[in-house]
């Protein structure tokens, strides 16, 4: 099983401020990367496929980059909507896995 | 627009099973596998498996094989996730996923998520 790791496990910024998540995997997923924005009391939403895809209707200040094991989520200038858990996700190998998460707050 | 509405909350005791609906609409129901995924309070995402609405194959995670039944029932473009066994660390909401139009193993929409308290 792929195990995916994300860091930090929580983010507190200001709002304007560029966030920086990563993810990283145990083994190599290429570009079979996706991330999902999970908003408090929602249902995770998919932002970024292919590890630098944005999904229909994703604003242009996210954006994803890396392959292989590395991987990065940018948010270029956080927003107070933008309070939410951040999830990564391979699809290289069955099962499918999720990481841990990342909790962006505003400070 | 592509909509997936679950059934309510459940309660169940220790060892009974525990039946999730989800509805589809907006689309060919046909066209795109449907995965479940569950998330333990305060917790992350757990995939449990994907069915094929087509021809009703399915895969399941390992973790899940044995305990887990997916179904559909294309009249009326319903998915089902039968969990039976149940015990306490089942405790979780219960999401229905489409696989996304862009590629497979992508999950877009999601459904509202179905609570299931397991409690004696």
């Known amino acids: 099983e792929i195990v995916l790791t994300q860091s930090p496990a929580t983010l507190s910024l200001s709002p304007g401020e560029r966030a920086t998540l990563s993810c990283r995997a145990s083994?190599?997923?290429?570009?079979?990367l996706a991330w999902y924005q999970q908003k408090p009391g929602q249902a995770p939403r998919l932002l970024i496929y292919?590890?630098?895809n944005r999904a229909t209707g994703i604003p242009a200040s996210f954006s994803g980059s890396g392959s292989g094991t590395d991987f990065t989520l940018t948010i270029t200038s956080l927003e107070p909507e933008d309070v939410a858990v951040y999830y990564c996700?391979?699809?290289?190998?069955?099962?499918?896995?999720f990481g841990g998460g990342t909790k962006v707050e505003i400070k | 627009q592509v909509q997936l509405v679950q059934s309510g909350a459940e309660v169940k005791k220790p060892g009974a099973s525990v039946k999730v609906s989800c509805e589809a609409s907006?689309?060919?129901?046909?066209?795109?596998?449907m995965h479940w995924v569950r998330q333990a309070p305060g917790q992350g995402l757990e995939w449990m498996g994907r069915?094929?609405?087509?021809?009703?194959?399915?895969n399941y995670a390992q973790k899940f094989q044995g305990r887990v039944t997916m179904t559909r029932d294309t009249s009326i473009s319903t998915a089902y996730m039968e969990l039976s066994g149940l015990r306490s660390d089942d405790t979780a909401v219960y999401y229905c996923?489409?696989?996304?139009?862009?590629?497979?193993?992508?999950?877009?929409?999601w459904g509202q998520g179905t609570l299931v308290t397991v409690s004696s």
């Open positions: 292919d590890a630098s």
């Open positions: 996700q391979q699809r290289r190998n069955w099962p499918l896995t």
């Open positions: 069915i094929n609405p087509n021809n009703g194959g399915t």
């Open positions: 083994q190599s997923v290429s570009s079979y």
């Open positions: 996923a489409r696989k996304s139009s862009y590629s497979d193993n992508w999950f877009d929409p």
């Open positions: 907006g689309y060919t129901f046909t066209d795109f596998y």
